[in-house]
């Protein structure tokens, strides 16, 4: 969750802060999470992620840390692909890897980094309905290799 | 504005999961997953695939003062001792406790070495169901340890393996009883990595005549540092 905390905010007091109010509601809102609804590293990363993104809309300016975006591993085969959880977790490093990177990078950049579209399109330099389109035809895809 | 379009309203649903609904939109897909239970299904499975994403980053530890601050936050730092100094529950309590450590200590030569790792093992596709615990000490022991009850037929074995590298492929650590814990040696073991794969498969009896699993997992789980 660190890991994930700094690659959001880009800043390690950011990282920290996130971290801290994150334990915090998981305390005080635990009555909030229900497992069939998910599992609870979802829950808890999701929760991590929305306190960082509100974060986001109060500051500006963070340097952001390097996407794991050019060398994405492959899965191959392994025991664990006999699991159903194992291969849901395999299934979607494998169909990132396969999205085009002009697609595949404004996804990532909304999920490690918790951007909006008008900062993806501004980082980028790229006219906002140029990654309206890219990212949603790379959630597309996605879905259709997820086989959502 | 929620689309009619079912393939416009997925679409709506991977975007509000990778965060980039906001405002007033992410307040309307949020009312809409809580009365629209295939949409929530939906979000559910995004967030699940996701969790592979965040699994990729290498593990940072968190500095201890974070701990300690988030233990202030929530009320749990409060010393035993400024709870009911005047209790004499408590010191009833303290003095037993001391008087078994005592005893611990002058019956047995060594304690055991405290845990450094854990696994808990869960049925494939079942995240709030664990079956099995794992435990590996500072020795490098691992225990193996039952949370449920489970029987198979009297053909069959259930095999325990472990995968630290994929090149090299899983490793058998043998066969085990269900319902029964067992301690393997380090010597057994080898080194164990944050996120080494544990599993146990159901394999003919006797185990699996091959090098790897060929029967259905029945609980897999990661190595997490303590």
Known sequence: ?148 | MIPDDPHDQQLLIAEYVLGLCRGEQNDEVERWLERDPDAAAMARQWREHWVAAVELLDPERVPARIWREIRRRTGNDEPWWRRGWGSAPLWRSVSAALAVTVLVLALVPAGPAPVTYTVVLQAPGEAAKPGWRITVSADGDLNLTPLVESRYQPDRSVQFWTLADPAQGPRSLGLIQPGHSITIPASRIGDVQPGQLFELTLEPRGGSPASRPTGPVLFIGRAVEI
């Not at chain 1, 915090?24 to 809102?29: E, G, K, P």
Request: net charge positive.
């Open chain 1, 1 to 148: 969750m660190f890991a994930l905390a700094r690659r959001l905010t880009g800043e390690h007091g950011l990282a920290e802060e996130a971290l801290q109010d994150t334990f915090v509601q998981v305390w005080t809102q635990s009555h909030r999470f229900k497992p069939q609804r998910g599992s609870a590293r979802a829950w808890l990363y999701s929760l991590l992620r929305n306190r960082i993104i509100s974060l986001h809309r109060q500051a500006h300016g963070h340097r952001f840390e390097p996407l794991p975006d050019q060398d994405w591993p492959d899965p191959g085969p392994s025991p664990e692909q006999c699991s159903y959880a194992e291969s849901q977790r395999l299934a979607m490093i494998e169909c990132l890897r396969r999205l085009q990177g002009d697609r595949r990078s404004p996804i990532l950049m909304a999920f490690y980094h918790g951007l909006s579209y008008e900062q993806i399109a501004d980082r980028l330099a790229v006219p906002l309905g140029t990654i309206k389109s890219r990212i949603r035809a790379g959630l597309s895809r996605l879905q259709e290799c997820l086989r959502l």
